[in-house]
């Protein structure tokens, strides 16, 4: 049996196994808390794995071993970056955003302030953070289908984004959060399944000798003149031509990585999922656990792919390194257990990550459309008059349209590393919604006006610097190879654009008079105790 009809007969039985999970979850939908919240039944555990399963995305499997796999040092850079950022979202946000709100971020920020200017700004600053999102994951799904079916041609893998845009729309039109929560589940079993069994086998052939497996990936991937420079700094940030520049995009890249998760809309909405605050906190526990432990994974299978498959073969297949981890299974399985070894490993790997793809696009699409329809439908467009049938059939109309425009931009970006797609959505989320967060959490003074400042100062500054990035113009691996307007030389905008989303903040807030200090010291209460949270889910 070819790895072809393997992978095919892998993918469509996890395929069938999730169509199921979300047509049982689709009977259990009734309500909007059980839309947008799952009906708020899951424990802290299977909200953690949930979690893991939302966080761990093509970007983490696919273009972290990818980027480790090209640049060495670098690109390990990532790993370290969205691991240490869940001690933000664990010390800062978890709990108290599971007390303050109900089902999506703008409920916090709309309790203490004019509800209708700052639903609309978190709506809109939702649904671009998670189209950004998107983008790397439907990349990553024509990338992965290349490999694994033999599609070559530029239209085949414009219809697998199709395809795999169609599939996360099913799951989230009918099976909602319960729907999405079960099929993230599952998939992040099977993927720390897959990425463990890969790891052994890669440290075995090396007699797990870490140091042997690094100085091998040193020598067939590092540059010729000094290989060694593979696993030090500056392949990719900092080199001779940038310079300056590419030492501050790398400080911008932390910045962004490690900041930009508890402003990230598919994971905060995770918190209102459980019952009470100790299962919050107990769901970011399981999640780091979970997580934690995947991205030292990582580093096994990027410098695995750089010593056993070589950096010529990776780009040879995809030039932004996201068939790595899939190429590193073929060949270490053939290499231990011989032709057939490799080709049930690599179908095995490959339908495992097509799942991370489908799981992570069914939770994004669910934040977006859930914001869509809860904050700016039925608060800004209908005043607070919508009923929740409503607001659900908004809410899985809304999936279609923003379902179809994330496979439209897709097309566009598809030469791109996924995680470094990835990177951008977590500098426009630390830009606009990080500040008014913390800020609506912990400062006294905070208003509407802030808000809306930082929210829009913020998201607009993060774009208007990508837009203007060598990641849109002025290069071959940009968006836009032919066109040359980058007058931005940084590659991520977090380094600009998270203070200045900050300092919106600060300036809307002392330039309005606007005050009320009996809120504040009510989201205060409920923040740090929960007390009062009960009632807010209800009404």
């Not at 994951?137 to 085949?156: D, I, P, R, Y």
Request: aromatic content about 10%; glycine content about 12%.
């Amino acid at each position: 049996m070819s790895s072809t009809t393997l992978s095919t007969i892998l993918f469509l039985a996890f395929v069938a196994a999730t169509l199921g999970i979300t047509v049982w979850a689709s009977r259990q939908t009734k309500t909007a808390a059980d839309y947008y919240a799952g009906g708020r039944s899951f424990s802290g555990a299977q909200n953690g794995l949930a979690i893991g399963g939302d966080y761990m995305s093509a970007a983490s499997f696919l273009g972290i071993a990818g980027i480790i796999a090209l640049f060495g040092y670098d690109g390990f850079l990532y790993s370290i970056g969205f691991l240490v950022a869940w001690l933000v979202a664990l010390l800062l946000v978890a709990e108290l955003m599971r007390n303050s709100g109900k089902f999506t971020m703008a409920d916090v920020l709309a309790f203490r302030m004019s509800p209708r200017p700052v639903r609309t700004a978190a709506g809109v600053s939702t649904i671009v953070v998670s189209i950004f999102y998107l983008l790397a994951q439907m990349v990553g799904a024509g990338a992965l289908v290349g490999l694994l079916l033999g599609v070559t041609s530029e239209a085949g893998k414009v219809w697998t984004i199709v395809a795999v845009g169609a599939l996360m729309i099913v799951y989230v039109v009918f099976g909602g959060m319960k729907g999405t929560t079960w099929v993230q589940i599952v998939k992040a079993v099977l993927l720390m399944t897959g990425a463990a069994l890969v790891t052994i086998l890669v440290l075995a052939e090396f007699g797990f000798n870490l140091s042997g497996l690094l100085g091998q990936a040193a020598a067939t991937s590092g540059p010729g003149a000094n290989p060694d420079s593979f696993l030090s700094p500056g392949l990719r940030y900092g080199t001779e031509e940038q310079g300056l520049a590419g030492k501050i995009d790398l400080i911008s890249l932390g910045l962004a990585l490690v900041l930009g998760t508890a402003g990230l809309p598919h994971i905060l909405i995770r918190f209102y999922t459980v019952p009470t605050a100790k299962d919050a906190r107990k769901s970011v526990m399981w999640g780091i656990g979970i997580i934690g432990t995947f991205y030292l994974l990582t580093l096994v299978l990027g410098f695995g792919a750089a010593a056993i498959v070589g950096r010529e073969e990776i780009v040879a297949q995809d030039p932004g390194g996201n068939t790595a981890a899939p190429l590193l299974a073929l060949r270490i399985g053939e290499e231990i257990f011989g032709s057939v070894g490799g080709t049930i490993l690599l179908a095995f790997i490959g339908a495992v990550a097509f799942a991370t793809i489908l799981a992570v696009v069914a939770g994004l699409t669910l934040a977006s459309s859930s914001s869509f329809a809860h904050d700016l439908y039925a608060h800004v467009f209908r005043r607070g008059q919508a009923s929740e049938r409503q607001e659900v059939v908004v809410a899985r109309i809304s999936a279609l349209v923003i379902g179809a425009v994330a496979i439209g931009l897709s097309i566009l970006a598809q030469n791109q590393n996924v995680a470094f797609l990835v990177a951008l959505a977590f500098a426009v989320a630390a830009s606009g919604n990080l500040p008014a967060i913390l800020y609506s959490l912990f400062w006294k003074r905070f208003n509407t006006a802030g808000a809306v400042s930082a929210i829009y100062g913020g998201l607009l500054s993060a774009l208007l610097l990508v837009v203007f990035s060598p990641v849109v113009s002025g290069g071959e691996r940009a968006l836009l190879p032919d066109a040359d307007f980058a007058w931005f030389p940084l590659s991520n905008p977090g380094i600009i654009s998270i203070p200045f989303g900050f300092l919106c903040g600060y300036l809307g807030t002392i330039m309005s008079k606007e005050y009320n200090a009996a809120k504040y010291a009510e989201i205060e209460v409920r923040s740090l105790t929960g007390v009062g949270a009960e009632k807010a889910v209800k009404h």
